[in-house]
């Protein structure tokens, strides 16, 4: 395995339509992040899988937002009814899931969302 | 609550010779993990280094170090022999450990830094 993969890497759309973009972490790796990442800023957090489950989300994540990890494998993060302020690099990182500060994230190279 | 600031939004380094960016952090954890990745222009972002804030020796993985000082809560990163491959964007993070704490990652702004031929 080679890594955190992502797909689309670059998806441009009107405003008003649905997206969603796929995310494929390493393979032993149990947990699985979302982060958004705007132009000339650090990434921000979205959401949070541990295996299957949704264990946190950001107040970034609107309701037009859903994240999924069906099978605790591959995830999927959807937006709906897009706006020009989506307009933004969405970040997949996966990790180990060993607990603690140690558990290093590895992420993907992204998905870049232009909404025009 | 967490935050990350680097003070330094572009640097810049003759190739061969060492830079250091600045990262500074505040947390009321005693228990946390700094981290540096680095972002090229195509987008992904690559781990570097990671520092434990019970490790009383500095990371150095490669060219790349860490110079941790937690009386100062700043966590640097050194870059000795600069490459033209390192013109990239650093980013300073930080993961506190606290019960119930998901792991997710705090960035902080990010510097630019171009070697120089």
């Known amino acids: 395995d080679t890594g955190v993969s992502q797909d689309p890497r670059h998806k441009i759309t009107k405003r008003g339509q649905n997206v969603t973009f796929r995310c494929d972490p390493i393979?032993?790796?149990?947990?699985l992040y979302w982060y958004r990442q705007t132009l000339g800023q650090g990434p921000e957090f979205l959401t949070y899988f541990q295996n299957e489950a949704q264990l946190e989300k950001s107040r970034l994540l609107s309701d037009r937002f859903s994240a999924e990890r069906p099978k605790g494998s591959f995830s999927t993060l959807e937006i709906q009814r897009t706006e020009q302020g989506d307009s933004a690099m969405y970040l997949c990182?996966?990790?180990?899931?060993?607990?603690?500060?140690?558990?290093?994230?590895?992420f993907g190279p992204g998905t870049r969302l232009t909404v025009l | 609550a967490q935050k990350i600031t680097q003070t330094q939004p572009g640097m810049f380094v003759q190739e061969k010779e060492a830079v250091t960016l600045d990262c500074t952090y505040d947390?009321?954890?005693?228990?946390?993990?700094l981290f540096w990745y680095k972002q090229p222009s195509s987008g992904e972002m690559i781990f570097l280094i990671y520092?434990?804030?019970?490790?009383?020796q500095n990371a150095t993985e490669g060219r790349y170090s860490l110079n941790f000082q937690k009386a100062r809560k700043s966590a640097n990163l050194v870059i000795s022999a600069s490459q033209l491959g390192d013109s990239a964007m650093y980013f300073c993070?930080?993961?506190?450990?606290?019960?119930?704490?998901?792991?997710?990652?705090?960035f902080g702004q990010g510097t630019t830094l171009q070697v120089k031929p």
């Open positions: 947390t009321s954890d005693q228990s946390y993990g």
């Open positions: 993070a930080m993961r506190e450990r606290r019960a119930g704490n998901t792991g997710k990652l705090i």
């Open positions: 520092q434990g804030s019970y490790d009383e």
């Open positions: 990182a996966s990790s180990l899931g060993l607990g603690g500060e140690t558990d290093t994230q590895y």
């Open positions: 393979s032993e790796h149990n947990r």
